[in-house]
């Protein structure tokens, strides 16, 4: 049967490993590399490409429709209390009078 | 090292003060990237554009500082936006969740690749790295710069900009952390074996 490691050991072996790691010499002719991206990145200056343009149309577009949406969440919600009608506005709609109380106080008293 | 770059004539743009200066330190440079990303290609690309970077905003250096630490700082930054963007892609790729990271199990990467690990070393290696990619970024810094790149708590504080002691706490956190991953992964991959 294949023997299973402690745990434990494995784990201090892992953690050891990091300070075996060699250090890397850097690839060929990373300073001509170095030298030509800069000097590439002189020449490009600041350029929008097109995906960064479409990110910046699609942030604006965002913007005005959440602008547009609260303006028109806003100015909804004013014309609903101009609606809301008062007690005085319902008083004067349906004209209630005192012969109904009356009728209902004399049909108790007759009972 | 510092001494033999000439700051004035790397602000004036000479491109053989700034050859100079690459030479200085490009193999530091490219060390610290690839013991953050663990991919030659990587690497290579980071730390060309830290010598980019660092050439472009070369005027707000401020000469109080050592060249190399404002060097390995812009480094870092670097490879930590470079990892957070494969992450991010990769999570919406996978729809993964966001807010899970201590449960996140180490994912040995597919393109692993480091010239500066031996072969009986690799796969201890290979999981220890993946285990710290899970680190949080503070931690994993002060790990590597301690571990692979053999700095004192002194040299991690100038470059973290933070206080010896929390170089300390930061190191203590990020063995801990490790710990219980790889114990974690270990045991998990043991019962594999079991059955």
Not at chain 2, 12 to 19: I, K, M, P, V, Y
């Amino acid at each position: 049967m294949e023997k299973i490691p402690n745990i434990e050991d494995q784990v201090n072996e892992a953690l050891s490993s990091a300070k075996k790691v060699q250090p890397v010499e850097v690839p060929a002719f990373f300073t001509d590399r170095t030298v030509n991206r800069l000097k590439a990145s002189a020449k490009e200056g600041y350029t929008f490409s097109p995906t960064v343009l479409l990110k910046i149309a699609a942030v604006i577009l965002l913007v005005c429709v959440n602008v547009y949406t609260i303006k028109y969440v806003l100015s909804g919600s004013k014309q609903d209390t101009a609606v809301t009608p008062s007690v005085k506005d319902i008083v004067n709609e349906y004209q209630p009078n005192d012969t109904i109380e009356l009728t209902i106080e004399t049909r108790i008293s007759n009972e | 090292m510092s001494a033999e770059i000439d700051i004035n004539e790397l602000k004036s743009g000479d491109e053989r003060a700034f050859r100079q200066f690459v030479d200085a330190y490009g193999k530091s440079i490219f060390n610290l990237c690839i013991n953050i990303v663990t991919n030659t290609e990587d690497a290579e690309d980071l730390a060309q554009e830290t010598f980019i970077e660092a050439y472009n905003s070369i005027t707000s250096f401020r000469e109080t500082a050592q060249l190399k630490t404002w060097l390995y700082r812009i480094a870092i930054n670097k490879c930590y936006d470079y990892l957070r963007w494969k992450k991010r892609k990769k999570r919406f790729a996978l729809l993964q969740p966001l807010f899970n990271r201590d449960e996140e199990p180490i994912e040995i990467p597919s393109n692993f690749q480091h010239p500066g690990i031996v072969l009986d070393n690799k796969e201890t290696a290979q999981i220890l790295f993946a285990a710290m990619e899970s680190l949080p970024d503070n931690q994993q810094t002060a790990f590597v710069l301690y571990e692979t790149q053999g700095m004192d708590y002194k040299q991690i504080a100038e470059t973290m900009n933070v206080s010896i002691s929390a170089v300390e706490a930061l190191l203590f956190r990020a063995r801990a952390n490790l710990r219980k991953k790889l114990e974690k992964y270990y045991t998990k991959s043991t019962s594999y074996k079991k059955h």
